[in-house]
T-cell receptor, first 115, second 114 residues
Framework: ETGVTQTPRHLVMGMTNKKSLKCEQHLGHNAMYWYKQSAKKPLELMFVYNFKEQTENNSVPSRFSPECPNSSHLFLHLHTLQPEDSALYLC??????????????FGPGTRLTVL | AQSVAQPEDQVNVAEGNPLTVKCTYSVSGNPYLFWYVQYPNRGLQFLLKYITGDNLVKGSYGFEAEFNKSQTSFHLKKPSALVSDSALYFCAVRYPKGDYKLSFGAGTTVTVRA
């Protein structure tokens, strides 16, 4: 395992539901990331946190709301999603952010289906 | 903007044969280059990276990759493929200065038949 865990692994929700995805890293890293993975498309970077501070919001709709209470935990709050938001959501972490060549460590992902 | 291309959606090889997964990048300068692998129902796992130095980089599970600056390529190779190498492979590029983000290719599905 990579040291990054994600819960739940699978989530089915209606368009009016509110749910949250959780990510936890046990690696002592300072940077954490949310990615969206859709079939046949490159990974889309959604949000980046460095030392708990958000440093990147890659034009993500407001129905996705991230939260990083500390360097080990990252949440993605979901509200009023659309069917096209169905995808695999991956969390990742790395030792540092700016100027670093350190690789990212990924969690197993949450498979989200929006009905 | 940095970008990376994986020209093949799928690669099929027989077990024991050499495996090559292609990757090219379309940026100038000296990027950092990475390969990741994704097995079914799993997240991405780091395989190897090129930062500087020797153009041939060795990584996990017997994989290696060769950085070719003149061709702006970073192809992943394995001399003898295993059925267990069947997975989705992603190439990624990152600049050491300025934009720190990883840009991923669309992925190449490798199928190794017994």
């Amino acid at each position: 395992e990579t040291g990054v865990t994600q819960t739940p692994r699978h989530l089915v929700m209606g368009m009016t539901n509110k749910k949250s995805l959780k990510c936890e890293q046990h690696l002592g890293h300072n940077a954490m990331y949310w990615y969206k993975q859709s079939a046949k498309k490159p990974l889309e970077l959604m949000f980046v946190y460095n030392f708990k501070e958000q440093t990147e919001n890659n034009s993500v709709p407001s129905r996705f709301s991230p939260e990083c209470p500390n360097s080990s935990h990252l949440f993605l709050h979901l509200h009023t999603l659309q069917p096209e938001d169905s995808a695999l959501y991956l969390c990742a972490s790395s030792q540092e952010l700016v100027g670093s060549y350190n690789e990212q460590f990924f969690g197993p992902g949450t498979r989200l289906t929006v009905l | 903007a940095q970008s990376v291309a994986q020209p093949e959606d799928q690669v099929n090889v027989a077990e024991g044969n050499p495996l090559t997964v292609k990757c090219t990048y379309s940026v100038s300068g000296n990027p950092y280059l990475f390969w990741y692998v994704q097995y079914p129902n799993r997240g991405l796992q780091f395989l190897l990276k090129y930062i500087t130095g020797d153009n041939l980089v060795k990584g996990s599970y017997g994989f290696e990759a060769e950085f070719n600056k003149s061709q702006t390529s970073f192809h992943l190779k394995k001399p003898s493929a295993l059925v267990s190498d069947s997975a989705l492979y992603f190439c990624a590029v990152r600049y050491p200065k300025g934009d720190y983000k990883l840009s991923f290719g669309a992925g190449t599905t490798v199928t190794v038949r017994a």
